[in-house]
């Protein structure tokens, strides 16, 4: 026990470092946070002239679209710019301080997904606060399915934190052979927001769009957690909706593994 103690004990120092870090810029932290207020207001302007002359689109009532994209502008939240796991891998290959990284006595990936969770402690408080005031002044806005959906949508949220760590995680080792994270991150950016959900709810897209969306794992990140949090998933198909996340976890872990080792053989350092 205490030799797993001591392995876990480096990346919770990272963990620290990174919540620290991301507290010092305060108004970082609140420019973020008002945006994600305008960006809640015009979402529910929007929606509410869409259901104006209708009481369901695709199955969804008014009340369950809204409470859909509250739920999933809240988990892309907490995915922000600051917590991009590629930034932080493209800029230490740039500076060349990756060299001081394969010095030290951990994994290179786990170092960097222990930063990200530090980075977004703060934008999970954030989303938990904005999601409470919207729950007491927008009646559209509903809480969980069920106690259980409640507690599942929690556990789906951290598989779904985890698949898109690792997500990012692969976008940011292609710097060792591109040396630049900035197209990489936009390219990402805009895959995930389309077959996440977090734009829309993917039965909104077109069947073929769907079906890609169904052999690919970005649906894990937003779209399963919030359909889990309206009850639309329920009894065996919540336990099928978490082993689904926790295999894409495991494959996305082992495939990042794999490309690690490949491309640290061809890393070049620049600066000095």
Same mark, same amino acid.
């Given at each position: ?10 990346? $919770? ?7 620290? /870090? ?43 679209m809204i409470t859909y994209l509250c739920i999933a502008q809240g988990i ?6 600051s917590n991009a796991i590629e930034a932080r891998v493209s800029e230490r290959?740039? /500076?060349?301080?990756?060299?001081? /990284? ?33 729950? $007491? ?55 995930? /927001? ?20 169904d052999l690919l794992p970005f649906s894990q990140i937003v779209y399963t ?29 082992? $495939? ?17």
């Amino acid at each position: 026990m205490k030799r797993r103690s001591s392995r876990c004990r480096p990346y $919770l120092g990272y963990m620290h470092l990174l919540l620290i /870090d991301s507290m010092v810029y305060k108004m970082n932290l609140l420019s973020s946070f008002m945006s994600s207020i305008v960006e809640f207001i015009v979402m529910i302007f929007i929606w509410t002239a869409v259901f104006h002359s209708r009481s369901s689109i695709a199955g969804f009532s008014f009340s369950e679209m809204i409470t859909y994209l509250c739920i999933a502008q809240g988990i892309t939240a907490i995915y922000g710019w600051s917590n991009a796991i590629e930034a932080r891998v493209s800029e230490r290959i740039h /500076d060349g301080s990756i060299a001081f /990284d394969l010095l030290k006595p951990v994994r290179f990936n786990l170092a960097r997904i222990a930063e990200g969770i530090g980075s977004s402690f703060i934008q999970v408080v954030f989303v938990v606060l904005l999601l409470a005031v919207i729950h $007491l002044f927008v009646p559209a806005f509903r809480g969980p399915g069920s106690w259980t959906h409640g507690i599942v949508f929690v556990i789906s949220v951290c598989l779904g934190y985890t698949v898109m760590s690792f997500i990012s995680l692969m976008a940011g080792l292609a710097s060792f052979y591109l040396m630049s994270y900035w197209g990489i991150y936009y390219t990402k950016k805009a895959i995930v /927001d389309l077959f996440s959900g977090s734009l829309v709810p993917l039965i909104l897209l077109p069947t073929w769009l769907r079906t890609a969306s169904d052999l690919l794992p970005f649906s894990q990140i937003v779209y399963t957690p919030t359909m889990i949090w309206l009850g639309k998933i329920n009894g065996a198909g919540l336990l099928l909706a978490l082993g689904k996340q926790i295999g894409w976890a495991v494959l996305l872990y082992f $495939l990042n593994e794999s490309i690690y080792a490949r491309a640290i053989r061809k890393v070049t350092i620049n600066g000095g």
